[in-house]
């Protein structure tokens, strides 16, 4: 059996918007719900993509799995003891920071202006007291090494300034993996690079997985990028999980309107392919106090009675699919979404343009 490194459980992550004090007096306080009510487990050994638009909580999501921010509510059980990582107390934090890390999305502002690449990839190994100095300095240049950046010697006392956005990168990557994590959440490392180092970072990312022992959550809104890396996709939509599975199952396979219309987005290598692209109206809203029932119902095209209650995930029979919409359950008779039946509202004009 697969083991399990991270179950998490109705994860939840509001943040206060109007915060004066007259709204606070007043008990006018109300949140956005950047993350409202998430669940999934993490495989020992994969690449998990989190996948969705702009805005959707995937760096939210982030951010509460690896503890930079706590959540508002829910459980993430981590490591073989299954401890519940959203109620650590300070020592139980300093401890989960050493096996979970965080590669952030700009490589610009991840790197302090005034450490050379030597103190900056050194500096987890201090805070957490670790090693010699000979110690240090040789796990520096190993994960320099591990990190793509040789020969290490040519950057090892650069400053930022004398680095690329992909050196710089490969800096916050070997930062990370200094203390030798269990658990690497990278946050669109490569959409800040330029096209010609994104597939070699890449191919660094995905050699930790391979050899190092490394899990990772990998966020992209690029599907096409996914598919390359991810063993399985989890589609976010308004702070909920639309749609999860297989990468191949969720990218050639969706089920959810809202993937299907994602899918449907990503330009196709040949055009002959054909297909049919599926837009949908309305934009996207934020989730200020929350959302009754389905997140996507306001712009789903198959909306009836049921999208006001909340969709559960919905099992598919293969590929470890699972579908937040109710057309899905197995009692539903209606029909179910297809691209087929999109095509044809977009003849009729229906919810499609
Ligand atoms: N610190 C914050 N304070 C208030 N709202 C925030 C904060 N961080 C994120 N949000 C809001 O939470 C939602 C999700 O944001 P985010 O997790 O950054 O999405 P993504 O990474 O998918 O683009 C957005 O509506 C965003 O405006
Ligand atoms: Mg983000």
Known sequence: MEETLMEVRGLEKHYPVDTGLLTQLTGG??????????????????????????????????????RLDDPTGGEIRFGDDRRNIAELDRSGLHDYRRQA????????????????????????????????????????????????????????????????????????????LVLNPSFIV???????????????????LKRLVEEENVTMIYISHDLSLLRYVCDRIAIMYQGELAELGESDAV???????YTQSLVSAVPRADPREGRTR????????????????CSFK????????????????????????????HLYDAD??????????????????????
């Open 29 to 66: 306080q109300r949140y956005v719900h950047a993350v409202d009510g998430v669940s999934f487990d993490i495989k020992k050994g994969e690449i998990f993509g989190l996948a969705g638009e702009s805005g959707c909580g995937k760096t939210t999501t982030a951010r509460c799995l690896t």
């Open 278 to 293: 599926i837009r949908i109206p309305g934009e996207v809203e934020e989730r200020i106090g929350g959302i009754e029932g």
């Open 101 to 176: 890390q965080i590669i952030f999305q700009d490589p610009f502002e991840s790197m302090n202006d005034r450490f050379t690449v030597r103190k900056w990839v050194v500096e987890p190994l201090v805070i957490h007291d670790i090693g010699d100095d000979e110690e240090q300095e040789s796990r520096v240049y190993e994960s320099l090494e591990q990190a793509g950046l040789t020969p290490v010697d040519q950057f090892i006392d650069r400053y930022p300034h004398e680095l690329s956005g992909g050196q710089r990168q490969r800096v916050a990557i070997a930062r990370a």
């Open 186 to 204: 990278a946050d669109e490392p490569t959409s800040m690079l330029d096209v010609s180092v994104r597939a070699s970072v890449l191919r660094v």
């Open 251 to 257: 990218l050639q396979d969706p089920k959810h309107p």
């Open 298 to 325: 306001n712009r789903c095209p198959y909306r009836y009675e049921r999208c006001d209650d909340d969709p559960e995930m919905y099992e598919m029979s293969e590929r470890e699919q699972t579908v937040a919409c």
């Open 332 to 353: 539903e008779d209606r029909p179910r979404p297809d691209e087929e039946r999109v095509e044809d509202a977009a003849d009729a004009g229906v919810g499609v343009n």
